[in-house]
């Protein structure tokens, strides 16, 4: 998963027109969660990230799929979760969120979902640090439902060493 996570903040910086030299840092591996910081702008970003355990669905083909949740704390930003779908969402459809007995509508963007607000965010990370898994279910363009299992494993941990590394 290593590899994965540097893939995807390569291409994060560059679309949002970062350049410069290559300045991430592994933080740890916790359970099925991965933690760096990393410069964007030369200000410090800080993320853990997950890929699925389980996937369901009826597609013939998707593309890279995982969650993350990132603090800026130059931009005063914390607890950002943001799901990488790895197709494009159903037009004006929301993707629905689980953990324990929390559940959350999160917005879609671009094959991304998003939380609503701070506070949704804040809910939802509060949420995983106390739960076991998290259930993301979502449609395609194609009309095809998707359910998405992440394990949360090691996220309270992970959770932590970017709240550290942050100051936050």
Do not use: Q
């Amino acid at each position: 998963m290593l590899t994965l996570f540097r893939g995807i903040m390569a291409v994060t910086l560059a679309l949002a027109g970062v350049g410069g030299a290559w300045a991430e840092t592994f933080l740890g591996k916790h359970g099925d969660w991965e933690a760096f910081t990393d410069k964007e702008a030369g200000k410090t970003v800080c993320y853990i990230g997950s890929e699925p355990t389980k996937m369901r669905g009826k597609y013939k083909t998707r593309g890279a799929t995982y969650l993350l949740v990132t603090h800026r704390p130059a931009e005063k930003s914390k607890n950002v979760v943001s799901i990488r779908a790895g197709f494009s969402h159903k037009k004006g459809s929301e993707v629905t969120v689980s953990v324990g007995k929390t559940t959350l509508k999160l917005f879609t963007k671009d094959g991304w979902a998003y939380a609503p607000d701070a506070d949704a965010d804040k809910a939802l990370v509060k949420a995983m640090v106390r739960g076991a898994t998290m259930i993301v279910k979502s449609t395609s363009g194609r009309g095809t439902k998707i359910t998405d299992t992440y394990s949360l494993k090691g996220f309270t941990a992970a959770y932590r060493a970017i709240g550290k590394a942050c100051k936050v």
